[in-house]
């Protein structure tokens, strides 16, 4: 099991992030949680079937001070970083691709690699001053717990019968850990 090594108790799953995933069911979200990616070590925190796709959440503790993306490339290239307090926090970044790119490879050729798929760090809680929008960096949305839900819901692509099918798919392919 992989998981973030200064905060291991996020590997179980935060119950403040489950239960806005779980609150969100009414509205047509699916979840299955601390899911296990076949042939790696890792551990997805959050494989969420919305009505717009599937979004695959790695949980992030709350913050120390205030995310951002910085660039620290120069002229010619582009350097993108999560920071975090004023600290690089690149590793929770990474943890999150690397889960979303395992996701991705363990789907290819299955009935749902057609699913349109998001990455996301989700921050479980953030002080209101320390976290002013959403934002990408390089595939991977950064985001905080209040504001995940609705981009699930923005479209919907997906009826409850085809969520359904594809939840159980889900389930059947990637074990509880």
Same mark, same amino acid.
């Given at each position: ?42 551990? !997805?925190?959050?494989? +969420?079937?919305?009505?717009?796709? #599937?979004?695959? =959440?790695?949980? *992030? /503790?709350?913050?120390?001070? %205030? ?43 299955? !009935?749902?690699?057609? +699913?349109?798929?998001?990455?996301? #760090?989700?921050? =479980?809680?953030? *002080? /209101?001053?320390?976290?002013? %929008? ?44």
């Amino acid at each position: 099991v992989q998981s973030d090594g200064e905060h291991p108790a996020l590997a179980v799953g935060d119950p403040r992030m489950i239960a806005t995933l779980e609150a969100a069911a009414d509205r047509g979200i699916l979840c299955l949680h601390h899911r296990a990616v076949p042939g790696t070590s890792y551990v !997805v925190d959050h494989l +969420v079937v919305a009505p717009n796709g #599937l979004w695959v =959440v790695t949980a *992030a /503790p709350e913050p120390s001070g %205030r995310v951002e993306k910085r660039d620290l490339g120069d002229w010619f290239s582009s350097e993108p970083r999560l920071f975090v307090g004023g600290s690089d926090a690149s590793r929770l970044h990474l943890r999150a691709q690397h889960t979303f790119d395992a996701v991705e490879a363990a789907l290819a050729d299955s !009935v749902v690699d057609r +699913v349109p798929r998001q990455g996301v #760090l989700c921050f =479980v809680d953030v *002080a /209101p001053a320390w976290f002013t %929008r959403t934002f990408e960096l390089e595939r991977i949305t950064v985001t905080w717990r209040r504001l995940l839900v609705d981009p699930m819901l923005s479209v919907t692509t997906y009826g409850p019968q085809t969520r359904l099918e594809l939840i159980r798919h889900l389930d059947a392919r990637f074990p509880s850990a």
